[in-house]
């Protein structure tokens, strides 16, 4: 089993656009040269992934769907959405993620 197999195991309780947009970001580090020894054993690995995105103070009742459509009330002083707007590690000044209608 390779490294990105063995975090995406570890991942798999996350939903699938979170864990997808994990995985691209590791699949990239990997391809920037970046090590397992930088990075650490897939456990470790997808435990940083989990606190930097799953807090214990997210409340589902914030989020849902209206017909189908997505929706999250959080306002963007919470850490996932400050996450995704904020992302020191991403190239581009807008992440898709966080604008238009829809949700992660």
Excluded: N
């Amino acid at each position: 089993m390779t490294y990105v197999e063995e975090v995406a195991a570890h991942l798999a309780g996350l939903s699938g656009l979170l864990r997808e947009a994990a995985l691209d970001d590791l699949r990239d580090a990997l391809a920037e040269g970046a090590t397992e020894a930088d990075l650490g054993t897939p456990s470790e690995y997808a435990a940083a992934v989990r606190a930097a995105f799953v807090t214990d103070d997210d409340d589902e009742s914030q989020q849902g769907k209206v017909f189908g459509v997505p929706y999250d009330t959080r306002g963007a002083t919470d850490a996932g959405v400050r996450g995704r707007i904020w992302a020191p590690s991403e190239p581009r000044i807008w992440c898709p993620a966080s604008w238009g209608s829809g949700g992660r």
